[in-house]
């Protein structure tokens, strides 16, 4: 399994990006999706997720201003960041719950930046 992001770059305090994460090769069963990120000298922290029912949980310090969403047809999971501010500059991975137990496996992206500038 694969996992590709894309949509990251540079933007202006104030601003949007939407990242998009395709899953693919042997996908049984998607769990959850979800996106995490790590600025430079912190630990990875957890965005946003996504179950296969389509609940979401965002860390507080983005509730309001991102959303998580999936396409289950694509196996693609979407984040729309607004309002973008200095302190969500991290590189943004995506993370992936697959399989059924005792095969259930997580994954990951190879991460993409994202650069907001005040």
């Known amino acids: 399994v694969q996992l590709v992001e894309s949509g990251g770059g540079l933007v202006q305090a104030a601003g949007s990006l939407r990242l998009s994460c395709a899953a693919s090769?042997?996908?049984?069963?998607?769990?959850?999706m979800g996106w995490y990120r790590q600025a430079p000298g912190n630990q990875r922290e957890l965005v946003a997720t996504?179950?296969?029912?389509?609940?979401?949980n965002y860390a507080d310090s983005v509730k309001g201003r991102f959303t998580i969403s999936r396409d289950n047809a694509k196996n693609t999971v979407y984040l729309q960041m607004n309002n973008l501010k200095p302190e969500d500059t991290a590189v943004y991975y995506c993370?992936?719950?697959?399989?059924?137990?005792?095969?259930?496996?997580?994954?990951w992206g190879q991460g993409t930046q994202v650069t907001v500038s005040s």
């Open positions: 090769g042997s996908i049984f069963n998607i769990n959850a």
């Open positions: 993370n992936g719950d697959m399989g059924y137990p005792p095969y259930r496996t997580i994954y």
């Open positions: 996504i179950t296969s029912g389509s609940t979401t």
